[in-house]
């Protein structure tokens, strides 16, 4: 799935497999934030595009600014997924969610017969 934005650039690319979700957002990290902090979990309440954030508040499509990467680490945690992958470089933002093992082996079980 694609959005695109002005100049037929994407805005974000969402990937689906049997194995995980991929999102990639155009655009580096926020100043005050780094990968190692993304990573762990400790990143500073930034948000990258303050005008989509108050968009999606406003339709109630998100929740306060910092809340979003320790939401979804404590919901893959309770859910037994492993934690997000995360990378950045200077032109994107990209993370991953990886399925549960046990849906996968469930999937891997009924592909097999």
């Known amino acids: 799935?694609?959005?695109n934005g002005w100049h037929g650039r994407p805005l974000v690319l969402?990937?689906?497999?049997l194995f995980g979700d991929e999102i990639l957002s155009p655009g580096a990290l926020?100043?005050?934030?780094?990968l190692?902090?993304?990573r762990q979990g400790k990143s500073s309440p930034n948000w990258r595009n303050r005008s989509l954030a108050w968009f999606f508040r406003k339709?109630?499509?998100a929740q306060a600014e910092g809340?979003?990467?320790r939401t979804m680490r404590a919901a893959m945690k309770a859910a037994g997924?492993?934690?997000p992958k995360f990378e950045a470089t200077e032109a994107e933002v990209t993370c991953t969610l990886y399925a549960n093992p046990?849906?996968?082996a469930l999937m891997d079980e009924a592909s097999r017969g």
Request: glycine share 12%; charged share 15%.
């Open 81 to 83: 997924s492993p934690p």
């Open 36 to 38: 190692a902090q993304l």
């Open 102 to 104: 046990r849906a996968r």
């Open 14 to 17: 969402v990937g689906w497999t």
């Open 1 to 3: 799935m694609k959005a």
């Open 59 to 61: 339709l109630d499509l």
């Open 30 to 34: 926020p100043l005050g934030t780094s």
């Open 67 to 69: 809340q979003g990467v």
